[in-house]
């Protein structure tokens, strides 16, 4: 059982900038994938951006150029920098890692772009 604990969202303006982060209970090592999902009401949950070991990312069309996930080894810490953000960003933005084919989720973290 991975355990994951996220922080970060919030509130912002359109056009401002957050940060998650999600730390996992185990060495990124031992996990094939690291990634951010997010749910907006009454739509299913979406990819955001994922990095796998060998740091490859990934990202949805609608975030390229404005988000950027990073990984922090020592910290098993995975990171989802945030950058002109949109009301269309708002979301429950849920981490996620993958061990041995198994996906393991956080509790998710609100994230809302309003003026």
């Known amino acids: 059982q991975v355990q994951l604990v996220e922080s970060g969202g919030g509130l912002v303006q359109p056009g401002g900038s957050l940060r998650l982060s999600c730390a996992a209970s185990?060495?990124?090592?031992?996990?094939?994938?690291m990634g951010w999902y997010r749910q907006a009401p009454g739509k299913e949950r979406e990819l955001v951006a994922t990095?796998?070991?060998?740091?490859?990312?990934r990202y949805a069309d609608s975030v390229k150029g404005r988000f950027t996930i990073f990984r922090e080894d020592a910290k098993n810490t995975v990171y989802l920098q945030m950058n002109s953000l949109k009301p269309e960003d708002t979301a429950v933005y849920y981490c996620t890692v993958r061990r041995e084919s198994y996906d393991y989720w956080g509790q998710g973290t609100q994230v809302t772009v309003s003026s």
């Open positions: 185990e060495s990124v090592y031992s996990l094939e994938m």
């Open positions: 990095i796998g070991v060998g740091y490859n990312r």
